[in-house]
């Protein structure tokens, strides 16, 4: 009887991804980036039109992709609406968490309200959509999760008070999980860039002006993400730095 050899590590399926703030900046270039790749992606952000574009250009490499309007800042609503997405693919293999907000100012003039919302958002948001795809992960003993957090995380900078505590925060939750799901088969990789040329720095809660072509470009952090996301079951990176090799942070 003759038989087709079967390739190592081949994969029998399309694996299914959520990016969240897909729809610009990283998520738009790690979406493209696994679309090339060969991963089906939900597609979740805020702006319909923006996902649309990215899921039409996605939807060339001969994907499934489809995109959510969720707004992250509803936390009572988030897992939720991510178990759906799950349901909708038939199960989730990654997610990549990547939304968030930008925010600048000093510790003693920011607001409560100002405070409590980039936690929410950056931090927040993530242990829900986590909450959303653990159980199917868990059953299924299998799953990568990517956290995109910041070099803020680990450096001081002035006027970045709420930003780095988010994100210092989401460093310390990313690893606390990978500890507890690592007996799960679930893998957790944080990514901490330092600064990538983004809309976050057009949007009125940043107050900085830094020359943005030293900077990170979204695809170089979407190649990383990506090569994290296929790396074989066996391995795991669990944080990852990137800096511009000028040194610009």
């Given at each position: 009887?003759?038989?087709?050899?079967?390739?190592?590590?081949?994969i029998p399926?399309?694996?299914?991804?959520?990016?969240?703030?897909?729809?610009?900046?990283?998520?738009?270039?790690?979406?493209?980036?696994?679309?090339?790749?060969?991963?089906?992606?939900?597609?979740?952000?805020?702006?319909?039109?923006?996902?649309?574009?990215?899921?039409?250009?996605?939807?060339?490499?001969?994907?499934?992709?489809?995109?959510?309007?969720?707004?992250?800042?509803?936390?009572?609503?988030?897992?939720?609406?991510?178990?759906?997405?799950?349901?909708?693919?038939?199960?989730?293999?990654?997610?990549?968490?990547?939304?968030?907000?930008?925010?600048?100012?000093?510790?003693?003039?920011?607001?409560?309200?100002?405070?409590?919302?980039?936690?929410?958002?950056?931090?927040?948001?993530?242990?829900?959509?986590?909450?959303?795809?653990?159980?199917?992960?868990?059953?299924?003993?299998?799953?990568?999760?990517?956290?995109?957090?910041?070099?803020?995380?680990?450096?001081?900078?002035?006027?970045?008070?709420?930003?780095?505590?988010?994100?210092?925060?989401?460093?310390?939750?990313?690893?606390?999980?990978?500890?507890?799901?690592?007996?799960?088969?679930?893998?957790?990789t944080t990514i901490?860039?330092?600064?990538?040329?983004?809309?976050?720095?057009?949007?009125?809660?940043?107050?900085?002006?830094?020359?943005?072509?030293?900077?990170?470009?979204?695809?170089?952090?979407?190649?990383?993400?990506?090569?994290?996301?296929?790396?074989?079951?066996?391995?795991?990176?669990?944080?990852?730095?990137?800096?511009?090799?000028?040194?610009?942070?």
């Amino acid at each position: 009887m003759n038989s087709s050899p079967t390739r190592p590590n081949a994969i029998p399926t399309r694996p299914n991804a959520i990016i969240t703030g897909a729809g610009s900046g990283i998520g738009r270039a790690t979406s493209l980036a696994f679309a090339r790749a060969g991963i089906n992606i939900a597609l979740v952000g805020r702006s319909l039109k923006s996902l649309e574009d990215v899921a039409k250009e996605s939807a060339k490499e001969g994907i499934k992709v489809k995109p959510y309007v969720i707004d992250l800042d509803q936390l009572d609503m988030v897992s939720i609406q991510i178990q759906k997405i799950v349901s909708d693919f038939n199960g989730i293999d990654i997610i990549v968490n990547n939304a968030g907000m930008g925010y600048t100012n000093l510790l003693r003039e920011t607001s409560l309200t100002d405070w409590q919302r980039v936690l929410d958002l950056n931090l927040t948001s993530v242990f829900q959509c986590v909450q959303g795809v653990l159980p199917y992960m868990r059953k299924h003993m299998k799953g990568t999760i990517v956290n995109i957090s910041s070099i803020a995380a680990t450096n001081v900078f002035s006027n970045w008070g709420a930003y780095s505590v988010s994100k210092a925060a989401l460093l310390s939750f990313s690893k606390i999980l990978a500890e507890e799901e690592r007996s799960k088969g679930i893998r957790v990789t944080t990514i901490i860039p330092g600064a990538v040329n983004t809309p976050i720095w057009d949007t009125i809660t940043v107050q900085e002006d830094f020359e943005r072509t030293a900077m990170l470009s979204p695809d170089l952090v979407a190649q990383t993400i990506l090569q994290v996301a296929l790396l074989p079951i066996e391995a795991n990176i669990e944080e990852i730095t990137i800096l511009p090799s000028s040194g610009n942070f």
